[in-house]
Every structure is written in structure tokens, then in C-alpha cells.
């Protein structure tokens, strides 16, 4: 492609080459630039990208851009911009022909429940007979194949190359979640947005953000880049201030909640062990729905896959069938064993909000004691305390047995991360109701001998993930085939 096209828009100072030259490829790592490429450097938080300009030459980069002063001798092309990922998403987005343009893409935003809600909008969607894509935790759906990511919401370049790949794919619609790290990083600056959701927020990763405020910034961002609607949780008190915010907009604002003042709201809300029904009253109707998770959160988010579905004009009906259709989310309240009421459920939840919530709705059936093996992740270049100590006291507080153990550690050392935590319990007063084992496997098998009949053993934080992260290794970690493992071994000696 011609670099003039692909700067198309891009505000730049020009340090020396030409612009009219054909490049062949962008980087933004100096492994991965091609002949004639372009490489684009990053001043990232573990290491400087300009430091690699020379290794991008090396391998036939003809185009730099940079945002530092730097001294390249070779007879090529280089540009100066203010902010290198701004610019990787302006030439990304070129580069691709604007792929989002031509999409209906919907954004979903929060601490907790992105992924749910595009799992509700993806069944719904399809049984509307709507060729969808999906980009997130789990990976990036398109044609049904699930491809890993390596983050949630991926890099601007990734990213616009899976756009473009979605429109090859002739898919209309693509539903994606977008961090607080995408919107901070500018990874999906230039996105159309069509639609944007927002669940809710509680502490996480706040030492990006550095505080509730700044977090809250974050996630606003996304609500600045969508077109058409913008659907916010009412009940949530950010969601409120989002609300306030995003008013003066021209993009519509369609809320969703149990407050019967949102646009979208449901009553008779009926729990049972696996699942929830209620009544859902929308612009369009109103209609009795079930979803097949438990949990006061799950109303929540199928309430904003409904709203999100009115906006896009499926009649209720098939919306109904879409949101009962999907019978559970990998990693989400997910049963992998289950003998009478005694039960092993692996969730997600790695946020002192979530790790609460997903406790009191097992509590709301249990018959006996609900026993949570649980750590906290470390992101990279984080202390994390803070969080840790709040996981610390919610088991404290909700759990009847905690045993601590490793999420993904990274490169911090696991024995600290599990001691501020158990810290935390002991300081809210549960001394007696934890353990601590760093081996998670170990921490899983423990839980499972000390369960009794009736117990219900909560593997919370991993979710759908299939490794865990030790310094830089990344071991294979499958929780659910970890569990049902030790299950075999275990029924051979004794009958749970
Ligand atoms: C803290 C953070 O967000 N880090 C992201 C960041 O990495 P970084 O700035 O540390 O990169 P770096 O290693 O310092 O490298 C700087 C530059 O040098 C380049 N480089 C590096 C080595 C080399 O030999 N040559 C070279 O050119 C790199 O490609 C990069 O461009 O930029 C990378 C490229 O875009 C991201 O993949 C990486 O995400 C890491 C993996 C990560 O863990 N991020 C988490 C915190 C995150 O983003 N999470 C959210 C989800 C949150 C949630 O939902 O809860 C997400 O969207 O995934």
C-alpha cells in the first residue's frame, strides 16, 4: 500500500525520506517487521520499542515512525508523532480500509460482565439469523472458530487486522469487549462504535488508573466514539455519573436495571440454583425470560443483551429464545462436578465485587458450606495490594473456608501476593476459616479432600483461561480437567 495512503489523516512532523514509497507490512515489534515494512516504535512499560529501530532495519524496515528524538543514520524514511499507539490506531485503521466503517459494531464496558453480555448478544444475534463476530477474554469468534488473544482488547494493528478479517468473513456484526486498557492505550481509537454498554465498575487495575476517578475516565472514553446508542446500567452508581455525562450527547441513551425508571427494566425476578426468571419490560413489550445462569448479575446482564438487541430491531420474541437458548459461558458459574447438592463451580471472578457476588448467590442455595479457592493475578509492574487486601476480606467475610493460592503471579513473587492476602483475613477476623497453599493444583485438591457432602467448592479467578503465568513461564493449567482428575482418583477411594 502506498505509505501516503496510509497516513492518511495522520498528524506528523516528517524527519526525512519520501512518503510516496510502497510499504509491504506494519510492526509495532521489530520481530515481526518484513521487507520494505514499516516499524513503528513504542515506549512501553517494560521496554523502550525505539530501542529495536535498529533491529527493524536490520529486517528490512524502510519507514520509522517514532515519538522520541532519535538518530537513524540509513538512508530511509522516518516521522515523528506525538503519541506512537494514537498513531499505530490512525495507520492500523487506514491500513485496513477503515473496517469499522463498515461493521455494526457494538462495545461492551465495566469492571464485570463484559464478556456475559456478548455471549447473551452473540446467541441472540445468531438465533436473529445475523452473521456476528465476537472479540474478547475468551478469544475472537469469527465463522464459529475461536482463536486466543493475548489481550482482552487487542492491540489497534490486531485489532483492525480481525476487523478486516470479519468483513472477508462477510460477518455484519461484530460484539466486543473493550478494557480500560484498550480505551487508555488507545487501541481502539478510530473504531466506529454503533453501540456502547456500560455494566459497571468496582476496583481493578488501579494502578493504571491510579484511582476510581481516573478509572471511570477510562471507560467513559468509549462512550465518546459511539454513533447510535448508548446503553448504560442505571442501578450502578458510575453508571449514574456516566449517565449525567453522556446526556448532552447526540447519541441516544437507552438505561437498563431493576430501578423500574430505566428504559429496560425486570420485576418478579425468580432465583433457583441454575438459573433465573423474570419479567422484562422494554419500549417494545414486555415478556417473561429465563436465563440459564443464577445470580442477580446474570439479570443484569441479559437485561443489557436485551436492551442492546431492541436497539438493533430484534422483535422480543426472538430475543427470548436467543438469551434461553445459551445454556452457560465457559468459566462462568460453570458446574464441572456436581453429586446432589455438593457441587465444584469455576468462575471467573478475579474482582473483590465479583469474588463477593459470586459467593452470596452460591450461598442463596447452598445446603452446606461454600468453600473458595481463590488468588489474585498480578498485572504487570503492579503491587496490587490494595486489591488483594479487598479479596482478602471478602472471603473473610463471605466464605466459610478460603483457601489461598495462586492466580497468575507473573513476575512477582506468589508467596508475598498470598500473604498480604491472608493478611487481609486475618485482620477482618478469619483467622480460623482459611489455609494457604501457592501450588493452585495443590490448592484444588486440598479443597476437594476437606469437602464434605452438601459443600459447595468455589474455584474462582481463572475462568475459561487454560495456563497460568509463573515468572515468564506459562504453564497448561485446565482447571475443569484439573477437578475432574482429582474427582476420579478420588472416587476410587471414597464416594463423595
Ligand atoms: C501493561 C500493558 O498493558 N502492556 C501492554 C503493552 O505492553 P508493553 O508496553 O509493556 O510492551 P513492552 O514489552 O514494554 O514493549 C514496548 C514495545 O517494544 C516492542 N518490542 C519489544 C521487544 C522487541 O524485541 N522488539 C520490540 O519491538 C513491543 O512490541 C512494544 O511495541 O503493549 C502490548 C502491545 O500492545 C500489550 O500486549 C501489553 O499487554 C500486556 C500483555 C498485558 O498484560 N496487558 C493487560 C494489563 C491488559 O491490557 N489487560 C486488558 C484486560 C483487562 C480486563 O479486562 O480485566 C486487556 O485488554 O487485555
Not at 493475548?150 to 487486522?161: A, D, K
Request: glycine share 6%; charged share 25%.
Amino acid at each position: 500500500m502506498l505509505l501516503s495512503s496510509v497516513l492518511q489523516d495522520l498528524k506528523y512532523d516528517k524527519i526525512k525520506g519520501d512518503t510516496n514509497i510502497e510499504i509491504s507490512a506494519i510492526a509495532y515489534d521489530s520481530r515481526k517487521v518484513v521487507k520494505n515494512g514499516l516499524f513503528l516504535a513504542i515506549s512501553g512499560f517494560a521496554v523502550d520499542g525505539h530501542t529495536f529501530i535498529d533491529k527493524a532495519i536490520d529486517k528490512g524496515a524502510t519507514v520509522i515512525i517514532v515519538e522520541e528524538d532519535v538518530k537513524i543514520e540509513e538512508d530511509i524514511t522516518v516521522l515523528k508523532v506525538t503519541n506512537s499507539r494514537n498513531a499505530l490506531a490512525r495507520i492500523s485503521s487506514n491500513y485496513y480500509h477503515r473496517p469499522t466503517e463498515k461493521l455494526n459494531v457494538v462495545g461492551i464496558t465495566g469492571t464485570n460482565g463484559k464478556t456475559s453480555i456478548s455471549y447473551f448478544l452473540k446467541s441472540i444475534f445468531e438465533h436473529a439469523e445475523r452473521s456476528i463476530g465476537l472479540i474478547g477474554t475468551i478469544g475472537t469468534v469469527i465463522n464459529n472458530k475461536v482463536e486466543k488473544n493475548l489481550n482482552t482488547t487487542p492491540e489497534s494493528l490486531n485489532l483492525q487486522h480481525t476487523f478486516s478479517k470479519m468483513i472477508e468473513a462477510r460477518t455484519d456484526h461484530c460484539i466486543m469487549e473493550v478494557s480500560s486498557h484498550a480505551l487508555n492505550l488507545d487501541r481502539v481509537a478510530y473504531s466506529h462504535f454503533n453501540t456502547a454498554i456500560f455494566t459497571n465498575l468496582s476496583p481493578d487495575h488501579l494502578e493504571l488508573h491510579h484511582d476510581m476517578e481516573e478509572y471511570f475516565e477510562a471507560k467513559a472514553k468509549l462512550f465518546e466514539l459511539s454513533k447510535d446508542y448508548n446503553i448504560i446500567n442505571i442501578d450502578d452508581d458510575y453508571g449514574k455519573k456516566l449517565i449525567n455525562k453522556v446526556e448532552k450527547y447526540e447519541t441516544k441513551l437507552l438505561t437498563y436495571g431493576l430501578d423500574k425508571d430505566a428504559d429496560i427494566f425486570a420485576s418478579n425476578i425468580k432465583y433457583s440454583a441454575d438459573g433465573t426468571t423474570y419479567k422484562v419490560h422494554t419500549p417494545s413489550g414486555n415478556m417473561d425470560m429465563k436465563v440459564n445462569l443464577p445470580g442477580v448479575i446474570y439479570v443484569y446482564n441479559s437485561l443489557a443483551a436485551i436492551a442492546c438487541a431492541y436497539c438493533n430491531q430484534i422483535p422480543l420474541e426472538v430475543t427470548k429464545e436467543g438469551i434461553q437458548k445459551l445454556e452457560g459461558i465457559k468459566g462462568r458459574f460453570e458446574v464441572v462436578y456436581q453429586k446432589n447438592n455438593y457441587k465444584i463451580v469455576i468462575d471467573f471472578a478475579h474482582t473483590e465485587d465479583a469474588l463477593k457476588n459470586a459467593i452470596l448467590t452460591l450461598k442463596q442455595h447452598a445446603k452446606g458450606r461454600i468453600i473458595v479457592v481463590f488468588g489474585v493475578y498480578a498485572d504487570p509492574g503492579e503491587s496490587g495490594t490494595d486489591k488483594r487486601r479487598a479479596m482478602g476480606q471478602v472471603a473473610a467475610n463471605y466464605a466459610d473456608f478460603s483457601i489461598v493460592t495462586s492466580d497468575n503471579p507473573k513476575d512477582q513473587d506468589p508467596d508475598l501476593i498470598i500473604q498480604e492476602i491472608t493478611q487481609a483475613i486475618e485482620e477482618s477476623g478469619g483467622t480460623d476459616t482459611y489455609d494457604a497453599v501457592v501450588d493452585r493444583k495443590e490448592a484444588i485438591k486440598y479443597a476437594i479432600d476437606i469437602s464434605e457432602q452438601d459443600d459447595i467448592i468455589l474455584i474462582a479467578g481463572k475462568g475459561h483461561e487454560t495456563s497460568q503465568v509463573i515468572g515468564t513461564t506459562e504453564i497448561p493449567f485446565n482447571e475443569k480437567e484439573i477437578v475432574l482428575d482429582i474427582i476420579k482418583n478420588k472416587n476410587q477411594v471414597l464416594e463423595i
